[in-house]
């Protein structure tokens, strides 16, 4: 498991279980974005994060998908997009984020996405704060394929909250 991997897990086991791990703390709710940091091993971690207001097909056995952008001062990262939809993806396969008419490719790792190039999270990240909802489609590793429908109402507050809250204003 990439050092990747396993922080986007930590990071959604804390959103996830909110009520156990007091250390998440909430910065912000925006509309339909929450504003959120937590501690990990002695690092900041700060990130707007928000769950799909529509799912498609419905009824389907997942955990609750996920959006993050994330900053993690430490390791000077900010702007890192990350996506999970509920479930292991299907190997070497591929999330696609539509917004508006462009798409965005992310790389998979079992229950977590990203994109790799920094640029192209700059060039979402754009999008997401001038437009109103993103779709992600996805296979799962049993081969299901998923929707996910996301809200962007709230989201460039909660952007600015997380960047905020890390000091990358």
């Not at 994060?49 to 609750?64: F, H, M, Q, T, Y």
């Amino acid at each position: 498991m990439s050092l990747r991997v396993l922080f986007f897990s930590i990071i959604c086991l804390l959103s996830f279980e909110q009520k156990i791990f007091a250390q998440i703390k909430l910065d912000g709710q925006f509309k339909n974005w929450t504003a959120q940091n937590t501690n990990i091993n002695g690092q900041q971690v700060c990130y707007a994060v928000s769950s799909p207001v529509a799912s498609d097909p419905k009824g389907l056995n997942r955990a609750e998908s996920r959006i993050f952008v994330s900053f993690r001062p430490n390791d000077k990262i900010q702007n890192e997009i990350s996506v999970t939809s509920g479930y292991n993806y299907k190997a070497s396969s591929r999330v696609n984020v539509a917004i508006d008419k462009k798409e965005f490719k992310f790389e998979t790792e079992d229950n977590f996405a990203w994109l790799t190039k920094y640029e192209e999270e700059v060039a979402m990240i754009e999008l997401m704060r001038k437009s109103s909802q993103a779709k992600i489609s996805a296979t799962s590793a049993k081969g299901s394929k998923t929707i996910d429908t996301f809200s962007l109402s709230g989201f460039s507050d909660a952007y600015e909250a997380a960047k905020k809250k890390c000091n990358f204003i």
